[in-house]
């Protein structure tokens, strides 16, 4: 069974950081890209990072770049998304996923993690 937990949410400042970790189990992790992607209420699902399984390819939604840094641990199965510079705007449920071999911006990722709660405020 594959399960992918994310980790490290919580309330930060504006101008803050957060480290995002999503670990995974029940697939071979060095074969999939990984993805973040965000959702805030009442708005649809966005595209914030992905990588690739080999680590060397990364893409950012316009939203995060200079800001955000996706990167991947193959030995630890984990995925993380450093947070920098955070802003109001960023607070959203981020969700991880992966999908097999391609990496891409789009939706269409085979597996999802149930999402960790992002909120930016004074």
């Known amino acids: 069974q594959v399960q992918l937990v994310e980790s490290g949410g919580g309330l930060v400042q504006p101008g803050g950081s957060l480290r995002l970790s999503c670990a995974a189990s029940?697939?071979?992790?060095?074969?999939?890209?990984m993805g973040w992607f965000r959702q805030a209420p009442g708005k649809e699902r966005e595209f914030v990072a992905a990588?690739?399984?080999?680590?060397?390819?990364?893409y950012y939604g316009d939203s995060v770049k200079g800001r955000f840094t996706i990167s991947r641990d193959n030995a630890k199965s984990t995925v993380y998304l450093q947070m920098n510079s955070l802003k109001p705007e960023d607070t959203a449920v981020y969700y991880c996923?992966?999908?097999?071999?391609?990496?891409?911006?789009?939706?269409?990722?085979?597996?999802w993690g149930q999402g960790t709660q992002v909120t930016v405020s004074s």
């Open positions: 996923a992966a999908k097999r071999v391609v990496i891409t911006t789009q939706l269409n990722y085979d597996y």
């Open positions: 029940g697939l071979p992790f060095s074969g999939h890209a």
């Open positions: 990588i690739s399984w080999s680590g060397d390819i990364t």
